[in-house]
């Protein structure tokens, strides 16, 4: 079975502090590893894909890497707007498994 | 462009009753999910969904709900007979390819007294 685990549940930082979130996946084969980001009370929002090891995206201060066992979320000089939870995300690339498999999440708390 | 819809955002509901949850994906997207959202918890995977048909319910109860697709109009998520135990965000996603990333909706926040 198809498994996420995210750490650490949660995490409070300053701003200006950068730090990094881990997401640990097993799965039957990797189509895909995601991030989203959820605010209170809305739908997740769609940060990166990542599909093999050694892949790398950036979007702002934020940076997702990706390794044959694990993801990071790396948060560079973050800002109270970052502060959300985020969501990791796996896709198998077997036929029949196209749901994506979430962990718990990480909520990230970022104090001016 | 209009995103995923779901309606209504807030639904409350007495025990026994029952709830209906809709969903219009993104326009020219022909892949829908389900799924649940308890507090302090993942996303759990529900169903999945083309038009006019089931391709995965591995993650619905198998009593009170159903989820369809139609050809025409929006994704119906329903659960008969409300327990407490049901009250929880349901979001609907879809996606215009059968592998990718999903685009969420706002969510439905079922409450049942």
């Known amino acids: 079975e198809d498994q996420v685990t995210q750490s650490p549940e949660a995490l409070r930082l300053q701003e200006g502090e950068s730090s990094s979130l881990n997401c640990s996946y097993t799965v039957s084969g990797l189509r895909g590893l995601f991030w989203y980001r959820q605010d209170p009370g809305k739908g997740p929002e769609f940060l990166f894909t990542l599909y093999s090891a050694g892949e790398e995206k950036e979007k702002e201060r934020l940076k997702a890497t990706l390794t044959k066992k694990e993801s990071f979320l790396h948060i560079t000089a973050p800002k109270p707007e970052d502060s959300a939870t985020y969501l990791c995300?796996?896709?198998?690339?077997?036929?029949?498994?196209?749901?994506?498999?979430f962990g718990k999440g990480t909520k990230l708390t970022v104090n001016p | 462009n209009a995103g995923v819809m779901q309606n209504p955002r807030h639904l409350v509901r007495r025990r026994g009753q029952e709830a209906r949850l809709r969903c219009s994906p993104v326009?020219?997207?022909?892949?829908v999910y389900w799924y649940r959202q308890l507090p302090e918890e993942g996303l759990k995977f529900m169903v999945y969904l083309q038009k006019e048909n089931i391709i995965d319910e591995s993650g619905m109860p198998k009593e009170r709900f159903s989820a369809e697709f139609p050809k025409e109009g929006p994704s119906i998520l329903r659960i008969q007979q409300v327990v407490r135990g049901d009250s929880a965000a349901y979001f609907c996603?879809?996606?215009?390819?059968?592998?990718?990333?999903?685009?969420f909706g706002e969510g439905s926040r079922l409450t049942v007294l």
């Open positions: 326009k020219g997207h022909s892949h």
């Open positions: 996603a879809s996606s215009p390819y059968v592998f990718g990333e999903l685009f």
């Open positions: 995300a796996v896709q198998a690339a077997q036929g029949g498994s196209e749901k994506l498999v």
